[in-house]
């Protein structure tokens, strides 16, 4: 994998990726991250370690005797990162700005330790537009706050639009691992906000200057442009990797129905289990996509 | 603390402020909340952990035998919060989404708590222009990548731009607090910006479609401009807190000057120093203030 979005770094000496905590200098980045083929993404440190708990099980990844797992970006203090042999369970926090962050410096590892045509999918959570809270919803497009399929970014003083469009064979196959499983998997558009308050239309924030009936119809008007599910994320992740070169997919469940109403009523316990469900579809398409490389290499059949 | 900037609130039944993992039903927020002053943010916990023990100490805080510092928020995996008596330290993530998101819930918290008057101050980490890693850098001004002084929002469709404007009195009295210390204050211009690498002109994220020459001519204009920092978070920040009404301030220690490079290079040992900078600054004005209200309180004088 060689990043042609950046044709600086050739020439730079060494790389401290500054947010991860790693860096090309005191670290061999081929030998650690080469085998990387997965890597799952999402908000917060507690759900990406579990999903790599998870996934570990999933696998029947073994770790020798007296061994952990171990959060490779612990002393940056931003992102967690955790490595289940050819899957990376990585952190991003909430919204477009730290996702970029992650992002660039996680391509730039893939890049940098050779990992070979990886995939980047984020398991997320999300408000549903007009379908039953705990629907997964795996985007096959992504807009912004104006209902444009682009990702904005100020670079040098002027605004930068760039296609946030995501990856359809990967869209395609991560809703197809929705049937393996006997909750509700969805695909269509996903807003992407700045902002989860007003941002989304909400009426409680510590600001609102919208009425009830306005947000219905801006709501509404979601719904009709095929609009899923309402996130801070989808534009970026499906413009930074479609510019780097790296193909991404976007599957998130619905904690809310915002034709509902603003509020996250759930339970903690319900919530977690709502969160497991993006997971458990992830974790299928990854040992389906093991299995066929097992099939390819071994020129024969899999056990699992 | 009454909220007029959003009159819905006055008519819900309860609030659920999600993402603190705290609400109006199962917690007593003025027995606990009602005597914040001063609520201190900052990027990441462990820094907003550290904060809160060393405010402790400054501030002469006991705990009963037996007692520790709790994260108020841990339940909602997303900030975290400690309470020092007057004092709440409260992690904020990285841009102006994730910012946003934990201010609308802390204005709430502070409004339902009926905190008297508090002021929200921001302790982070910038990129410096055209002054030594270090130096601290009080915000008098916020200007967002377009070096206009505002915050723009998405709101139901529409671009909503609010002014970025920081309260002068408090940048005063934190600039004031400089000269109590060892290292170099200063104030200033700071640019918000939703991209650590593209958005602040680096040439070396994943991504880069701009030359050294440009980035140069960019910095310099920002020069210019009387920016003397970079970081992402200052005119949400600005707005928000302004347009809820409450005062806020933004201190950060710069950790590179931009006009010689675009890496960080510093040890970790000594971005922990450059880290405290600010935090002492901010430790000097909450006792001032303290001191104040003592003798206002006691018609005498104080012993500190």
């Known amino acids: 994998m060689v990043l042609k979005s950046n044709p ?17 200098s005191n670290y061999d980045l081929p030998e650690m991250f080469g085998d990387v083929r997965f890597v799952c ?9 579990n999903f790599a708990r998870y996934i570990m099980k999933e696998l029947d990844y073994k770790l020798p005797t007296g061994a952990t797992l171990q959060d490779l970006s612990t002393a940056g203090h931003r992102f967690c990162m955790y490595k289940v042999g050819p899957v990376l369970s990585v952190s991003h926090g909430m919204g477009v700005p730290s996702l970029s962050i992650m992002l660039h410096e996680v391509i730039k590892l893939l890049s940098y330790a050779g990992a070979r045509d990886p995939v980047i999918i984020r398991i997320g959570t999300s408000g549903g537009i007009g379908i039953a809270p705990g629907t997964v919803v795996v985007s096959n497009g992504a807009l912004n706050g104006l209902l444009r399929p682009e990702h904005n970014n100020i670079i040098l003083g002027k605004v930068v639009a760039r296609p946030a469009t995501m990856d359809q064979s990967l869209a395609s196959a991560l809703l197809e691992m929705g049937k ?3 909750f509700t998997t969805v695909t269509g558009k996903t807003m992407c906000t700045d902002d989860f308050y007003e941002g989304q239309g909400r009426l409680d924030g510590a600001i609102c200057e919208h009425t009830e009936e306005e947000k219905m119809d ?7 442009a095929g609009v899923k599910n309402i996130e801070m994320e989808a534009t970026a992740l499906a413009a930074i990797t ?9 599957v998130c469940v619905t904690i809310v129905n915002r034709l509902k109403g603003d509020q996250v009523t ?3 316990e319900e919530l977690t289990q709502f ?4 997971q458990k579809l992830v974790a299928t398409y990854i040992k389906r996509e093991l299995e066929k490389k097992s099939v390819m290499t071994n020129g024969k059949g899999v056990s699992r």
């Open 8 to 24: 600086n770094l050739a020439n730079m000496e060494g790389d401290n990726l500054y947010h991860l905590a790693l860096d090309t």
């Open 41 to 49: 993404i999402g908000g917060t440190s507690s759900r990406m370690e």
């Open 180 to 182: 393996h499983h006997d």
């Open 218 to 224: 801006f709501l509404m008007r979601l719904n009709e």
């Open 242 to 250: 479609k510019a780097a070169g790296v193909r991404s997919g976007n």
């Open 266 to 268: 759930f339970t903690k």
């Open 275 to 278: 969160a497991l469900r993006p």
